[in-house]
């Protein structure tokens, strides 16, 4: 029996031989049997030509590298750089005025304001012109009763039978009352005589209202009693005398021969 000898070259550069008896007839079988031993080992080397992956990384990433080698090197964006210029820094001097622009339209007008203080009297003015001589600006009545009147259950106008001046019948005869046709301020006086040991009492009226009164005390001796006032009347304002209710033994005195009761009234000024 021959003995043959081979030799193979591995490509780590460590000589490998194998010697073997071979018969006749497994010359073939012996000849791949180390071939197909070989395989695993010259399939776990690695190709010289191939080289491995290389990764770009920064000093501040982590150094291991990617899990899988499949993976794609992390790619970073450039970052956007802007001007920016300080215009103060650059700032020119004034221009000049431009031309002055056109009025816009008026806007919605504002709610009222709250009223003022009151401003410093002004100055006298001047005299107006005369007024008109036809408009007159009097009025005046004095009247008299000559009959004695004693009190009743209820109020009573003083009514007089004696008429001494009544313009333009201001004073209504039938009523006892001055009616006022022109306004303004008004003086009237009222004079009445008591009665012996009866009580009087009387008030000037302005319209429904007690103004002033006229009172005199029981007595042995009659008196002559008298009362004036001013008033301010507006148009159709009435002046009257009422005489009070019986409460009292109340009453005036006059007879036919002389007049002891009189009611008089004139204008002082008129208001507009």
């Known amino acids: 029996m021959r003995i043959k000898r081979f030799s193979l070259t591995i490509p780590t550069a460590l000589p490998l031989s194998i010697s073997t008896s071979l018969s006749p007839g497994t010359a073939m079988s012996g000849f791949f049997l180390p071939v197909l031993l070989l395989f695993p080992l010259v399939a776990s080397v690695p190709s010289p030509s191939r080289v491995p992956p290389r990764y770009c990384r920064r000093c501040c990433d982590h150094l291991d590298p990617p899990l899988s080698p499949s993976s794609r090197p992390v790619t ?40 003022g203080t009151m401003g410093p009297k002004g100055s006298k003015g001047q005299a107006g012109v005369p007024g008109d001589p036809c408009k007159k600006h009097q009025s005046a009545f004095s009247v008299g009763r000559r009959k004695a ?53 009387l008030h000037v009226m302005h319209n429904e209202r007690e103004q002033v009164i006229l009172y005199a005390q029981p007595s042995d001796r009659s008196i002559m009693q008298s009362q004036s006032v001013m008033l301010r009347l507006e148009l159709a304002d009435e002046v009257w005398v009422r005489l009070y ?16 009761i009189t009611f008089s009234g004139y204008l002082v000024a008129p208001v507009e």
């Open 76 to 115: 970073y964006q450039t970052p956007e750089v802007r001007t920016f210029i300080n215009m103060t820094i650059l700032k020119g001097d004034k221009g000049d005025r431009g031309e002055r622009g056109t009025p816009g339209k008026a806007g919605a007008e504002g709610p009222p304001g709250s009223r």
């Open 149 to 201: 009147l004693h009190s009743v259950d209820y109020y009573q106008a003083l009514l007089f039978d004696t008429v001494f001046v009544n313009m333009d019948e201001h004073f209504n005869m039938f009523k006892g009352k001055f009616h006022c046709y022109v306004p303004g301020i008004y003086f009237f006086n009222v004079n009445i005589h008591t009665w012996n040991f009866k009580e009087t009492y």
């Open 245 to 260: 209710k019986r409460e009292r033994e109340n009453a005036v005195y006059s007879d036919d021969v002389d007049v002891y």
